[in-house]
């Protein structure tokens, strides 16, 4: 399979190069060449299926013979490690929750994914490669986590010190091996700065084999797709429509199940829910995408202005608004509307949302009051111990801290400190 960027069809790589550059030279996204149908037994019997097998399958399916097939099951294997079990919060609306991995998070699916990746490539040369992360929280931890132990290659974190929370600090600090954090006397701009300015170095590119593992590497997008087709495996009644409703920030989650509905899984629509930074539920609504600073919100990991994945989205549907309308609905709810939600939520059946599955929620609701024959799913993205400050005071309740999350508190913070100069930076990454 080739990988061509969304600025430019006619530039087209193999994977390996498109996951170890992550952005195209034109600052393109890399999408599969061809995202053909899978075979209607396969999505026939998904039920039947393990996790697992159904990983694998589409996997290969996406990324074609470039990883020989006992290495690419070995890779989806590493990757489903966890469940990401369908829970029903109310009459046929189900919670996909995503947060059982190690990091509590979706994402740990696409950086474990991704890790297993770059290390088999890692062995396929002599030099170790080096991935450089400048987190302001999230990402860091499920980076690091995903590259934990994977021989052949190191990973860099840098994060602005004081400036993220304690359980996301422990997430990345506490690691050791293959893992080190850099503590930055600065902001997370300046910890984007100098990751930046490091690929652009000369002198380190030619010593260190260097990489990032930032959201946009289609090696993180693919495995997202996977768990759309685990729903489907998990589905009691499957004669009913089934619609998604997507929490969204960068879109690569969504983007994730637009590939699942292209590749024959028969999703009848989707509604991409965000907070107050609604970039792209107002191109649904006006034609117009104009990205602006993002806001803070209590959904935080999806305080995004300008998504880098509307690209891939656009594209998928041959940059017609028309196409991309008829499956795709988007809503936007303010902080006071999810608050609201979560009580809700728990005073009715009990379920303890996180803000960003609360936004997700909100959407489908909304969606459901129109369309009321289907079965809705929304993704629960994290688990509510990881937004503990907001979920305990909006639920005035105690939040038992799943066992993973114990692990990491109790763990000793080791990092190296770092001022926010590039020479600083530089003679680090030599020492360490
Ligand atoms: C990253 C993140 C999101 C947003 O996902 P995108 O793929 O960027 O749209 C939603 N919820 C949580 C908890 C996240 O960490």
Do not use: W
């Not at 396929?124 to 990402?139: C, F, M, N, P, R």
């Not at 930032?214 to 768990?227: C, E, G, K, M, V």
């Not at 998928?316 to 939520?345: C, I, N, P």
């Not at 997700?360 to 937004?387: D, I, M, R, S, W």
Request: some cysteine; overall charge neutral; proline content about 5%.
């Amino acid at each position: 399979m080739k990988f061509y960027s969304t600025n430019n069809k006619d530039h087209k790589v193999g994977l390996r190069e498109a996951v170890v550059r992550g952005l195209a030279p034109d600052n393109g996204l890399y999408m599969p060449e061809r995202i053909g149908a899978l075979p209607k037994e396969f999505i026939e019997s998904l039920h039947k299926q393990s996790f697992r097998d159904i990983a694998f399958t589409v996997a290969r399916h996406l990324l074609g013979d470039e990883v020989p097939e006992q290495e690419l099951r070995r890779i989806t294997d590493q990757t489903i490690q966890f469940e990401a079990p369908l829970v029903e919060v109310e009459d046929n609306v189900y919670a996909l929750e995503l947060f059982h991995g190690p990091t509590l998070a979706f994402k740990d699916f696409g950086a474990r994914f991704m890790s297993q990746l770059l290390g088999y490539f890692a062995r396929q040369q002599d030099k170790e490669i080096v991935i450089l992360v400048a987190t302001s929280g999230d990402t860091g931890s499920a980076v690091a986590n995903g590259f934990l132990g994977v021989k052949g290659t190191r990973v860099v974190v840098l994060y602005p010190s004081g400036k993220v929370s304690e359980v996301q600090e422990k997430q990345f600090t506490t690691l050791g091996e293959n893992i080190t954090a850099l503590e930055v006397d600065g902001t997370f701009d300046d910890c984007q700065r100098l990751v930046k300015l490091a690929f652009q170095d000369e002198e380190l590119r030619s010593e260190f084999f260097l990489t990032s593992a930032n959201s946009i590497n289609i090696a993180r997008l693919i495995p997202q797709s996977f768990y759309y087709f685990q729903t489907f495996a998990q589905l009691k009644d499957r004669s009913r429509p089934v619609v998604f409703s997507v929490p969204s920030g960068n879109f690569g989650n969504v983007t994730g199940g637009l590939l699942a509905k292209r590749m024959g899984l028969p999703i009848q629509h989707f509604i991409v829910s965000t907070n107050i930074n609604d970039v792209v539920p107002e191109y649904l609504r006006t034609r117009s995408f104009e990205p602006r600073p993002s806001k803070q919100t209590i959904s935080n990991a999806m305080d995004v202005g300008n998504p880098s994945n509307f690209a891939r989205m656009i594209d998928l549907y041959g940059h017609s608004y028309e196409a991309l309308a008829k499956d795709v609905s988007g809503y936007a709810f303010t902080d006071a509307e999810t608050r609201e939600a979560m009580q809700q939520v728990y005073a009715k059946r009990k379920y303890v949302l996180d803000p960003h599955g609360a936004v997700g929620y909100l959407g489908l609701k909304k969606y459901l009051q129109e369309q009321k024959n289907g079965v809705g799913v929304f993704l629960e993205t994290a688990h509510p111990g990881k937004f503990l400050e907001v979920v305990e005071q909006v639920l005035d309740k105690k939040i038992t801290l799943p066992p993973a999350l114990e692990k990491f508190l109790g763990g000793t913070k080791r990092t190296v400190p770092l001022t926010n100069s590039f020479e600083a930076f530089k003679s680090t990454l030599r020492r360490i």
